[in-house]
T-cell receptor
Framework: DTGVSQDPRHKITKRGQNVTFRCDPI?????LYWYRQTLGQGPEFLTY????????KSRLLSDRFSAERPKGSFSTLEIQRTEQGDSAMYLC?????????????FGPGTRLTVL | AQTVTQSQPEMSVQEAETVTLSCTYD???????LFWYKQPPSRQMILVIR????KQQNATENRFSVNFQKAAKSFSLKISDSQLGDTAMYFC?????????????WGAGTKLIIKP
């Protein structure tokens, strides 16, 4: 297993376009998290899945954002009608929940630039 | 609301020196986890060390150790015998539990530069 992977690594789009990012977690990990990280800041929590269920969404996740994890494996994060303020690094992490706190393993991120 | 504060935006030390990164947090919870993560330039975030709040003993991982002061809500990271590969952004994070969900609350990070 090669860890958490994210695709694409970089995305440049024009304002108003829709973009979709993919995250492949470590196999057998049942939790999957999405974060957003802007330059010079720490990550901010966006949303979290346990298996295919989306259990928590941050207020940062506006109506233009949607995330899915249809079969409890990979996840997609879609941003509709992108705005320049959406420019950031989008990080995905996965973990294996064993009844207590768990260690999150991060992917390399997708850097989004909205022109 | 929980917050995490890292008051040192940037630090630099010579190779082989010891460096301490500071972190303070605010919470009303009694049981929680604290983490230090490392994000090397253009590379992914990796866990350096974690501390369980109910444990009094400070966590240690090879050259990395923490000074956890629960009453003061302080969680500093000490890196001994620093190496060039330690150059990275270091983030302090707090894990809160609400129902069965767990979220990481992050500080703004400290950029650490190890000079040869």
């Amino acid at each position: 297993d090669t860890g958490v992977s994210q695709d694409p690594r970089h995305k440049i789009t024009k304002r108003g376009q829709n973009v979709t990012f993919r995250c492949d977690p470590i196999s057998e990990h049942n939790r999957l998290y999405w974060y957003r990280q802007t330059l010079g800041q720490g990550p901010e929590f966006l949303t979290y899945f346990q298996n295919e269920a989306q259990l928590e969404k941050s207020r940062l996740l506006s109506d233009r954002f949607s995330a899915e994890r249809p079969k409890g494996s990979f996840s997609t994060l879609e941003i509709q009608r992108t705005e320049q303020g959406d420019s950031a690094m989008y990080l995905c992490a996965s973990s294996l929940a064993t009844g207590g706190r768990d260690e999150q393993f991060f992917g390399p991120g997708t850097r989004l630039t909205v022109l | 609301a929980q917050t995490v504060t890292q008051s040192q935006p940037e630090m630099s030390v010579q190779e082989a020196e010891t460096v301490t990164l500071s972190c303070t947090y605010d919470t009303s919870e009694n049981n929680y986890y604290l983490f230090w993560y490392k994000q090397p330039p253009s590379r992914q975030m990796i866990l350096v060390i974690r501390q369980e709040a109910y444990k009094q003993q400070n966590a240690t991982e090879n050259r990395f150790s923490v000074n956890f002061q629960k009453a003061a809500k302080s969680f500093s990271l000490k890196i001994s015998d620093s190496q060039l590969g330690d150059t990275a952004m270091y983030f302090c994070a707090f894990e809160r539990a609400r129902d069965s969900n767990y979220q990481l609350i992050w500080g703004a990070g400290t950029k650490l530069i190890i000079k040869p």
